[in-house]
């Protein structure tokens, strides 16, 4: 998980739409395009190390207006899930999956104490077929 900050970019944005300047606009777009995809790109090489680390990365962005502005662009967001394999959250999205990924990541230690149970019984139940074969005896 990492912290993201293109607040400029988005800042000259916002400019350049309550200005109604149509050809800066879309130039900023792209600029801030380009920033969210970099930067998704360093999350992937800094923090992506399977099967050392999640084969998935976050990037946090701090303001809910910068967040939604991202997410208008679909196709950026898609590059940056299937490319980067990296999730983009905002902040009233960051504890919903942050509490997701918890509950995940707990059905899997139990998925695997559960397995060690079981192999556990399989071995008491055998020994119980013995001790009472030999009690018969």
């Known amino acids: 998980m990492d912290s993201k900050f293109p607040i400029e970019d988005y800042s000259r944005l916002i400019d350049a739409e309550e200005n109604c300047n149509i050809e800066l606009i879309t130039e900023l777009k792209k600029k801030l395009e380009n920033s969210v995809k970099s930067f998704a790109k360093d999350i992937h090489d800094k923090y992506i ?41 905002g902040p009233t999205t960051f504890v919903a999956l942050l509490n997701s990924l918890q509950m995940g990541f707990r059905s899997v230690a139990i998925e695997k104490r559960s397995t060690e149970i079981g192999k556990l019984l399989q071995g008491f139940m055998s020994d119980f077929a013995l001790f009472t074969k030999y009690l018969k005896q």
């Open 49 to 89: 190390e399977t099967p050392y680390t999640t084969d998935f990365g976050i990037m946090f962005l701090p303001t809910e207006s910068l967040y939604c502005e991202i997410l208008k662009n679909t196709s950026l967001c898609e590059t940056i899930s299937q490319k980067y394999r990296v999730v983009i959250s």
